[in-house]
């Protein structure tokens, strides 16, 4: 599976934007999701995902309550709602997919399908 984001860009702090992460290929139906994100100096960090049914999800404490995640399984698209934007978001946000699996969806290693990053700037 291919995969690509998109929807980045520089808003100011209690902002809100939506990513897009669409995919490319044979299936998508049967692909834990998930979104990671780098910021400046900073370990990439798993922010949230969703399994291939759509029904778990994982957020991350740091965004738990502003950020939801969902699937689109007919567009082949999976979506970042974030709300409530805060300057320490600001980082390339990776959309990236796994083969469905019975382990945590919270176990970044597993994740082996890649998108190019989006860049997502919250200015204070």
């Known amino acids: 599976v291919q995969l690509q984001a998109s929807g980045g860009g520089l808003v100011q702090a209690g902002a809100y934007l939506r990513l897009s992460c669409a995919a490319s290929g044979r299936t998508f139906v049967d692909y834990d999701v998930a979104w990671f994100r780098q910021g400046p100096g900073k370990e990439r960090e798993l922010v949230t995902a969703i399994n291939w049914g759509g029904t778990t999800t994982y957020f991350a404490e740091s965004v738990k309550g502003r950020f939801t995640i969902s699937r689109d399984d007919t567009n082949k698209s999976v979506y970042l709602q974030m709300n409530s934007l805060k300057p320490e978001d600001t980082a390339i946000y990776y959309c990236?997919?796994?083969?469905?699996?019975?382990?945590?969806?919270?176990?970044?290693?597993?994740?082996?399908?890649w998108g190019q990053g989006t860049l997502v700037t919250v200015s204070s």
């Open positions: 990236a997919a796994r083969h469905l699996s019975t382990v945590g969806l919270s176990v970044a290693s597993m994740y082996e399908y």
